[in-house]
Structure formats: C-alpha cells, structure tokens
C-alpha cells in the first residue's frame, strides 16, 4: 500500500501529454533539421574512412552539433584499423587483334597491393564458393572473378545483398587459400552506372591476396569475353594497411536523462563511419543524423521520457565492427539495464516499421506501439536481429530492432562514389526520422519493456582480442566532452 506522502509524489510526478508521438512527426516533418544536419555532415566532413582524418572531423563534428543543439556530449575511445587505399587500374591484356581495354574497379577494404608493377593472370570464373573449391588446383595462379546475379533485371536474376555477400566477404580469401594470385568480385549493386563499389573482405589468419571489385557492367564484358577464350587481366593496386595499423578514435554519444527509472536505457544509433569513395550521405550519414535528431526531438518534450534514450554514433562498422564491441565492453556491467537497442543502417527511405529481435510476445508489443504510424504505412512489425554494431548486445540479450525502411535503392549507391546527398529523397528521410523518434519513445515510455531474447546459437564473433592500440599508446582526450 502506498504511504500518503508516497501517493502526493506520485500524484505530482509530471505526466506527458497523449499526443507525443503526434508531436514527435510534426517536428520531425516540419523542423527538418535531420536533413540540414545530413547536408552539414556530407558536405564539410566528406568521406570518413576509419582511421583517416576525416573519420576524426566526424567525431569532432558529431560533438560540435550535439553541443550547439543543446546536449551534453561525450566520447568513448575506440581503437581502430588503418587501412589505406591508393593507386587502382586494371586492364584487359588483349592479344592481337584485339586491344586492351580499362577496368573500373576499386580495391576492398582489408586487401593488400599489388607488387608495385602490379600483377598480371589468366582469368578464372566462379558463382559461387562451392564452384570454387571444386576447382581447386586449377585456381592456382590465375585471378579469380566472382561473378553473381544481384539487381534486376537484365543485371541479375535479383538475388539481393545477403544472398551474395559472403562472395565479397569470403570469396577472396578462399581464392588465396587455393594459391590465386589475385581476385576480382563483381560489384554488389542493385544498378549500376560504370561505379565499382567496394567493400570489406577477411583474410583472417590465412594467406591474402590483391581484392578488388569491378564494375557491373566490366564483370559482364569479362564474361562475354570469357566465353570467347581464355583472357588475362593485368591489376596495380597500391592499397594496404597503414603505418601503424590501428589508431585511436572514438565513439560519440549524447542523451536524454529518463524522468522515472534514468538508469533502465534505450539505445538509438547509427555508424558514424564511411566507406572512401564519397560522403556516404545513405551509408550511414542518414542513420547518424536521425539518431541524432531523435535525441533533440526528445529533449524538447516538456516531460522527458520514463527511460533514458542514449544515442550513439559508432565508429567502425564498415572496416571492423570495433566500435559496437567497445562500447559492449565499456557498458558490460549496465547491460541488463539496457531495455531496447535500435540502430539504423538502412539509408534514407521512407519508414514501413520496425525490425525487432526480442523473446516472446515481442512483436506483437512493439506492433501495438507503433499503432500511431499505421495510418502513414509506417506500422508493420516483422522479425529480425538487429544490426551490425549492435549485434554485441544481442549477445547480452538485449533486445534489438532496427528501423524498417524502404530500401528499393540502396545498393543502388551503398558502398560508392554515388552514396551522396542528392540522392536523399527529403520528404522520406522526414517521415523516416518522425518514425524513428515515435519508436524511441514508446520504447522508453511504455510500462512494460520488451521480454528478453533467447543467447544467440551463432559464436560470440565480437568477444576476439582487441586491436592493440597503436604504438602501445593509451587513449588521449577521450573523456566526456567539455560541459559534462
């Protein structure tokens, strides 16, 4: 039973008004601060390659902006790799009477140089890994293409993204294991106009060999001309790893304190991070700027949520996935406090719903909380697991969702020179990040909290040896940032 000064408190706790999710789209729609914010990113900061200096302007910039919207920022340190890209060409090496022809192509992340005069080696085609093992001696020597049928048609038989992505991923090392001395990876892209797009592949502990992806439309003249006779290709590639290979960097997080249990924490997020090719405006400029206005929208509620929500903005995701498992380690001993984590990492689509991997009875919440989205085509609920850097979490059985957008377009560009601001539709990214703040706060506002998923029967991939930090060196200035 409550005491009567119990009762009094609890009578004069400051409620939120029934229509903050209302609220939370309006702003959203009207303000458009996500979209001046994603242009701010884009167009001063630019490509942010981890590792280089403009994932450093990144940091900086997430700081500043959070700082003149009025929060209260703070950076975590993430050791991360350098890798760097240099010199690409490829050609053809016709003989008589034909002529040599140039490959648009670009080197993946993780993938060594070539000798400095390059390499040349008689092309062999695979679909997939199964056809390469079978091949087996007969890769010896030669550069391998991985050929695949993502994106429409007449450019694939429209596999998507995770039906070939292993090909990027795995594909190259597995060629090396088998003593090639080079392999090609057909871009994986929904369309493509002449743009290779790159990507990370692993070598682990193996051998590694020169990677690079080439154009959809030169995979396919490889093809054609394979299907001819034998051709050779010739590849420089001056990529590698840097010197050292790994430099400290951080991720940037900021928040809004909950008003009744400020310890129990929703995470927003995006990956603060790029590919280099361009300003990466879809991968992940989009989720960055979001999980950013969701706190701003927030923290101009007159009533704060029940729960504290937590933006975080990861460094890291493309080229290794550090920053995710810093902050599961720097939080360990908070996780079963944290109630929900959502990360956005799908680009600037308009919202159809959300995403969610929690234990039973999980969707059917979160599809009742997203009632007040239904009537914009923005309330569907399906299963999922979350994204890349969150998937540590997913490990400490936090539940994890992701904002479920239209995504039509995104391998369009993902991964590419063409992943720039224009290619933003505003009136979606607006819808989106209203979408995005409404699932937030009812995350953090509702009663109830999701029901914990199940431990994961995948291995714990993130829980290997952290990098070691570049020279032996600690983090420096890595601490809340001025005014915490």
Known sequence: MLTLAAALLLAAAPTPPADVP???MGAALTEGRVLSRLADLTDTVGPRLTGSPGAEAAVAWAVRTFQAEGLRPWTEPVVVPVW????ERGEVVATPPAVNQPLRLTALGNSPGTPPGGLTGQLVQVGSLEELAALGEQVRGKVVLFQHGMGPAPLGQGLGYGDVARLRSRGPAAAARLGAVAALVRSLASASLATPHTGQTSFGDGPAIPAAAVTVE????LARLAARGPVTVRLVLGCGPGTPATAWSANVLAEVRGRERPEEVVIVSGHLDSW??????VDDGAGVSMAMEVVRLLSRLPVAPRRTVRAVLFMNEENGTNGGVAYARAHAAELHRHVAAV???AGAGRPLGASVGAGEGGLALVERWLSPLRPLGAGAVRAGDGGVDIGPLRHAQVP???LWQDGAHYFDW???AADTFDKVVPHDLLLATGAYAVLAWQLAEQPEVLPRPPVPTDPPWWSAEPLPPPDGRPAKGRSPAAGE
Do not use: C, I, K, M
Request: hydrophobic content about 35%; proline content about 4%; cysteine-free.
């Open 84 to 87: 760097r890209r240099g010199e």
């Open 276 to 281: 280099d090719l361009g300003p990466s405006a």
């Open 343 to 345: 990360e956005t990492d």
């Open 400 to 402: 994890v969702l992701e």
């Open 22 to 24: 209302a609220r939370l």
């Open 414 to 416: 993902h991964h590419s």
């Open 218 to 221: 030169d995979a396919l003249l």
